[in-house]
């Protein structure tokens, strides 16, 4: 690759976030199941029914965490499952 400065930084800036524990996203697969958890209550996670909910929440594939919008404070989490 011919030498292009931002680039460079940008590859840069990208290894020291993941280098600080920053959440790789890269190449996810679509199976890979997704929460909503609440940024300030990490024991609430969203339903799109009930909105805030402590056990009945929603799961989302992949593809929904690309394209649905997530509600005020909340944050994508990945699930320990899979939606194969």
């Not at 280098?19 to 609430?44: K, M």
């Not at 969203?46 to 593809?63: A, H, K, M, Q, R």
């Not at 929904?64 to 944050?75: A, D, H, N, Y």
Request: hydrophobic content about 35%; aromatic content about 10%.
């Amino acid at each position: 690759m011919p030498d292009n400065p931002p680039h460079r930084a940008l590859t840069a800036a990208i290894a020291k976030a993941i280098a600080n524990g920053a959440p790789q996203y890269v190449n996810v697969p679509e199976t890979t199941s997704w929460i909503i958890v609440n940024s300030a209550d990490a024991t609430l996670c969203w339903s799109n029914e009930e909105g805030w909910v402590e056990d009945t929440y929603d799961t989302f594939s992949g593809l929904e965490r690309k394209t649905v919008s997530l509600p005020i404070g909340g944050e994508w989490e990945q699930a320990p499952w899979s939606t194969k």
